[in-house]
Structure formats: structure tokens, C-alpha cells
């Protein structure tokens, strides 16, 4: 039988598990210390612990539980790991360099049920839930990707799978980067993303931290929004934005509404006087994202001149705009594209 993961324990439970085995609850923030802040890999290499208390989290815990299955590096220092689990679900994540900043983009699900019709990770639904030690694994395999003196600035969840959807194993894994011993990673620096469920962004608004949400708008209506993201026929704008408007009350965290734009689909002057309309008046910020066509899917890039104007719209209405510079374009960046090729299914999709 395989042995659980480690970071599937928060601090408590693993104080919990030092104490049950006759020795001091601190040993868990030394182990802990060992695993985010030394980037050991292995139990033996703990050397303020004693030989005994080794041997038991040996026989006990894997610190990995997966392999890397492809790495990918772009030019612009961005690299992408395809994450082989145990079941050999395949997941990506990725590690993102811009001046003093290094994000990674981490994955919730295997798949998503989302379904929307740009995105490769929804292509072949949703397979099953990350545990919280998965999702922290792929956090610890991007930060041991960076040089001894770099740490991870920022996380955004916007990889594979809706995340809310799987929300207590990510705010466990989350809550553990900011406990003694781990990453020292604020709530602050990390977003959430979400294609918009009511009821799981209230729940995130009142959990007490300062997360920073992203809703996935894509449409400013409910019409052509049932066409992109189909789960938007039993939700609706009206409901996500009042969820998030409840976001903002309880936290006090800018909203930020992420917009992907296709080429012909959503990018018109009318379509932004529209979204313009939905957001004038919110404490929102709305990130523009030019599709990556890389398809056989038929959405392509806005043209230049049509996102200039939808930019010029949307800022003269003062709704602050900025449009997402494209990361990794040599690579799979795509979000899905990877794990899509390496199951041998034709890839079609954009960053998400
Ligand atoms: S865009 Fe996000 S929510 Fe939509 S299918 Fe892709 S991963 Fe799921």
C-alpha cells in the first residue's frame, strides 16, 4: 500500500502526529522547515531530527508521491511541468518569471467540469479532485525549479479545474504555505480563480483571509455567456456578480474579472460598452486575455485594431483594464495543451 503524502497534513496535524510518537510537537515546524524552506527531499537528509523519529516519518509519508512526466522551458524563462500521479492522472503547473516576480500557476483538478469551449482543460471532462498534498506537491516541485536564493512570489490558481469546486483541499493546502515552517507566503499574493459559483465565492469571502478572487466573465451577457461557458445557464451574471460584490464588502479585496478575448466572438465596441456597463460603478479591475490560437477549435486572436478598441472603450468608461501579457509562447502554455498532447488528443486552447 502506498504511504500518504505528507502535505496532505496541515501544521496541527503533523504537531498531532510528532506528539502520538512520544516526541515535542515542534518537531513538526522542523520537519516542515526541512521540506518548504530547505527543499529536502528526503527524510534521511533531516539532521536536527533523530535518527528514530526519521525512520518513523520514512515509514510513515512520502514528501512526493508523483514524477514529472514532461518538463517544459521557454525562451522568456517560463517552464511548464506536466505532474504524473500516482493513478497517472496527469496535471500541469506552471512557474512564470517577470522582473522580481515569480508566480506559478498551480492545477485544482484533474480535468474540469466546467466545460468551456475555448479551454483544453475541460476537453476531456473532469476526471477527479487534487488532494491537498497534491496540490501542495506541485507548489514544492516549482519552487525547487528556482535557485537557492528565489522563492515564489505569487500564486494564482487558474490551472486546471474550476477551484472552487474542490474548495476545502485548496484552502487547507493555501493555509499551509502561511503556517510556521512553511513557505511564508501571504494571502495577498495569492488569487483565486473561478468561473463564477455564488455560493463557494460567499463561502470564500467570509473563510477570513485575504485571498484575491478572479471571475472568469468571458461575456457580458447571459447569451453569448451560455455559449462559451455552458455552466453559466444555471448561474447567471446577475448571481456571480452580486457573489462578488459580497467579495469585495467582506474583504475589502479588488475583484479582478478576467476576459478572454476571441476573435469575432466577444471583441466588438458593443460588447465592451456592455461590459463596461456590468463593471462601471464595481471596485473591479478587468484583465484582458487575447486568445492563444493554437487551434483547430474555431476561435482565434482578436485582431490588434478590435482589442485597441475594446481596451479604449472599457478605459473611457473607467474601468481599469490591462491586457495580459502572453507567457511561455514557444512551450504548451496553454493551459490543458500539455497534458492534451501527451494524451495524444489534439490540442486547442488558450491561456487560461
Ligand atoms: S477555463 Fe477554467 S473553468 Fe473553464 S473549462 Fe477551462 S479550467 Fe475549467
Given at each position: 500500500m502506498s504511504l500518504p503524502l505528507i502535505?496532505?497534513?496541515s501544521r496541527d496535524e503533523l504537531a498531532a502526529w510528532c506528539q502520538a510518537q512520544?516526541?515535542?510537537?515542534y518537531r513538526a515546524d522542523q520537519i516542515r522547515k526541512w521540506i518548504?524552506?530547505?527543499?529536502?527531499?528526503?527524510?534521511?537528509?533531516?539532521?536536527?531530527?533523530s535518527a528514530g523519529l526519521r525512520h518513523k516519518l520514512a515509514e510513515s509519508f512520502v514528501?512526493?508521491?508523483?514524477?514529472?512526466a514532461r518538463h517544459q522551458k521557454s525562451k522568456d524563462g517560463t517552464e511548464k511541468l506536466l505532474v504524473e500521479l500516482r493513478d497517472s492522472e496527469k496535471v500541469e503547473c506552471v512557474l512564470m518569471r517577470e522582473d522580481d516576480r515569480r508566480t506559478i500557476c498551480i492545477s485544482t483538478?484533474?480535468?474540469?467540469?466546467?466545460?468551456?469551449?475555448?479551454?483544453?482543460?475541460?476537453?476531456?471532462?473532469l476526471s477527479r479532485n487534487l488532494s491537498t498534498g497534491e496540490i501542495v506537491e506541485q507548489i514544492l516541485r516549482l519552487d525547487r525549479l528556482?535557485?537557492?536564493l528565489e522563492r515564489i512570489t505569487n500564486i494564482v490558481v487558474?490551472?486546471?479545474?474550476?477551484?472552487l469546486a474542490n474548495l476545502p483541499s485548496l484552502l487547507k493546502a493555501l493555509g499551509?504555505?502561511?503556517?510556521?515552517?512553511?513557505?511564508?507566503?501571504?494571502?495577498?499574493?495569492i488569487t483565486i480563480s473561478t468561473v463564477g459559483l455564488p455560493e463557494k465565492i460567499r463561502e470564500l469571502a467570509h473563510f477570513g483571509k485575504p485571498y484575491n478572487l478572479a471571475v472568469?466573465?468571458?461575456?457580458?451577457?447571459d447569451a453569448l455567456r451560455n455559449e462559451l461557458v455552458?455552466?453559466?445557464?444555471?448561474?447567471g451574471i446577475e448571481a456571480i456578480l452580486s457573489a462578488a460584490d459580497e467579495f469585495f464588502e467582506q474583504t475589502g479585496r479588488r475583484v479582478t474579472y478576467e476576459y478572454v478575448v476571441l476573435g469575432g466572438r466577444n471583441d466588438s465596441v458593443e460588447e465592451a460598452r456592455e461590459l463596461a456597463g456590468l463593471l462601471r460603478g464595481r471596485n473591479a479591475h478587468i484583465n484582458l486575455i487575447p486568445m492563444n490560437?493554437?487551434?483547430?477549435?474555431p476561435f482565434h486572436d482578436p485582431e490588434a485594431e478590435c482589442l485597441r478598441k475594446f481596451v479604449e472603450v472599457l478605459e473611457q468608461s473607467g474601468v481599469t483594464t490591462t491586457v495580459r501579457k502572453r507567457k511561455?509562447?514557444?512551450?504548451?502554455?496553454?493551459?490543458?495543451q500539455l497534458r492534451l498532447r501527451n494524451a495524444g488528443v489534439q490540442a486547442s486552447a488558450r491561456d487560461v
Open positions: 502535505c496532505d497534513l512520544g516526541e515535542e510537537t518548504f524552506g530547505k527543499r529536502v527531499n528526503d527524510f534521511e537528509a533531516m539532521t536536527d531530527l514528501i512526493f508521491s508523483s514524477d514529472i483538478q484533474v480535468g474540469c467540469g466546467m466545460g468551456c469551449v475555448f479551454c483544453a482543460s475541460g476537453l476531456l471532462g528556482l535557485p537557492p487558474m490551472g486546471m479545474g474550476e477551484p499551509t504555505l502561511d503556517e510556521k515552517g512553511g513557505l511564508g507566503l501571504s494571502p495577498r499574493r472568469s466573465l468571458h461575456a457580458p451577457n455552458p455552466v453559466n445557464k444555471t448561474i490560437a493554437v487551434s483547430e477549435l511561455g509562447a514557444d512551450i504548451d502554455a496553454a493551459c490543458g
